[in-house]
């Protein structure tokens, strides 16, 4: 079965000032008959990039998906890629199944007809593949210890035997596998996406710290993986979308969900609330811990929270009437870089809080949060004239498209926004003219291919980005060209 997979995201990122400061660069997206023979090619554009993939970074013809794939000599690389990276696959084909939907719904069914159901077998087959990441492991957190099966980092030989205890499995990982199930569900209507998904988030909340502080509160915050002390942007802002998504879904019905609580005496309980509700209140908070302790003064999101001086780095845990629990690690310092994810994600999440919510302090901070991250990142003309440049050293490609995603969120409700997601349109066109090379492109949309053939390797997760950005931009010109 042949597999996609390819990433995008690579550098080049164009986003404007969000309030009431003026882009430097005005919008030339054109008139409305314009938007829709661009969102029809972005569209189409994606379809390419992602059933080229599917057969560029497949090893054998099966889910097991090549780290890199050089379109020069033809060849995908013998090292396979980590669950993350796996799970960039995934998000291209949901972005591009909802934005079929989204144009049959429009009343253009032509791509809809002929791509829908090869992509939802697709889906199938790399929801599959995604299970040699699964494995199984006792847990010990704040409010008890339970069994749960999450995705490790690395692939294992066989489905469901992944090494996932400790270190080998990480919160952020499950955050962006719950986000494409939630998308899947949406775009296929199949429950059990949908059920995955809420055991994944079940998990997720568990590593959120509810121990109390001196003041009652709860110190808040979930560490980079069950067997880290280190609170991380990664593993808690991307969380906010889904739950919002979450509490959306059961906005208005009667199910319920029990989870752990600390109570003031130290002692450990359970407590039912409403889903809605639930999800909200775990979004808001999440929302709050991070733009309370990763916020930096330029405005945009520093990598971590660490600084921590017990435990030497290992979980720590007290006994609480014979129970074990894991206790809190007290953190001092805030640890950088700032890396475009982080501030895409917050921006993502407080745009789909001002949806659930309609508070004007989440509409008020989106705006300031796109205006400070296009002013962080982007760089006006530093590779192509009227062009924006992000960085692409890294994984910076992929944190990109995080980012672009908080700006399509963000334009929904406020039009500041509009050109910052503009500047990824002209980027991806730039290279899609210059650079396509056997349906793959660069690394950097903007300056293309390396002289030296041997050196143009792309990973698979920049290729998938790419693809999904040009899905979801596709479904974003739609919208603009009604």
Request: charged residues 20%; neutral net charge.
């Amino acid at each position: 079965m042949k597999q996609l997979i390819v990433v995008f995201m690579a550098l080049m990122v164009t986003c404007c000032s969000s309030c009431s400061k003026s882009p430097e660069r005005p919008d030339t997206g054109g008139n409305k008959e314009d938007k829709v023979k661009v969102s029809e090619r972005n569209l189409e554009r994606a379809v390419i990039l992602i059933e080229n993939a599917a057969k560029h970074y497949s090893k054998d013809g099966t889910t097991a998906l090549s780290m890199t794939y050089n379109p020069f000599s033809s060849k995908p690389s013998d090292n396979l890629v980590s669950v993350w990276e796996y799970t960039s696959s995934i998000e291209a084909v949901t972005a591009a199944m909802n934005s079929m939907k989204a144009f049959r719904d429009a009343g253009n069914s032509t791509v809809y007809d002929n791509k829908y159901e090869t992509f939802k077998s697709l889906l199938a087959r790399l929801y599959a593949g995604l299970e040699y990441y699964k494995g199984t492991f006792e847990l010990t957190s704040y409010t008890g210890t339970a069994t749960w099966s999450p995705y490790g980092v690395h692939r294992a030989s066989s489905p469901g035997t992944a090494a996932v205890a400790g270190v080998e499995n990480v919160y952020d990982d499950q955050m962006w596998i719950i986000r494409e199930l939630i998308n899947a569900w949406r775009a296929t209507g199949e429950a059990g996406y949908l059920e995955r998904a809420e055991y994944l988030t079940a998990y997720v909340l568990d590593g959120w710290d509810c121990t109390l502080n001196a003041s009652g509160k709860e110190n808040g915050g979930i560490t980079w993986g069950p067997g880290y002390v280190t609170k991380h942007a990664c593993s808690n802002s991307p969380m906010i979308t889904p739950l919002v998504w979450l509490h959306e879904i059961y906005k208005g019905k009667s199910d319920e969900i029990t989870y752990g609580v600390i109570n003031a005496d130290n002692t450990r309980a359970k407590k039912t609330s409403k889903k809605a509700d639930w999800y909200l209140e775990m979004a808001v908070k999440i929302y709050e811990w991070q733009k309370g302790c990763l916020l930096r003064s330029d405005g945009v999101y520093d990598d971590f929270m660490g600084g921590y001086r017990t435990g030497g780095g290992q979980p720590e845990y007290e006994t609480v009437n014979g129970a074990k629990y894991r206790k809190n690690t007290a953190l001092y310092d805030m640890v950088g870089p700032a890396y475009s994810y982080n501030s895409g994600t917050m921006l993502s999440g407080v745009a789909d809080l001002y949806g659930a919510t309609s508070k004007d302090s989440y509409l008020a901070y989106a705006k300031e949060l796109t205006d400070k991250s296009f002013k962080y990142f982007a760089k006006l003309g530093a590779t192509v004239p009227d062009h924006y440049t992000y960085s692409v050293t890294g994984n910076n490609p992929w944190f990109n498209d995080v980012l672009l995603r908080g700006y399509i969120a963000a334009a929904g409700y406020f039009s500041g926004a509009d050109v910052c997601v503009q500047s990824y349109q002209d980027c991806l066109d730039y290279a899609w003219d210059k650079f396509l090379e056997n349906n793959t492109l660069p690394v950097s949309l903007l300056a293309g291919w390396n002289s030296d053939k041997s050196k143009n390797n792309v990973n698979l997760m920049f290729t998938f980005a790419r693809a999904a950005e040009y899905a979801t931009l596709a479904e974003y010109q739609l919208g603009k060209g009604k």
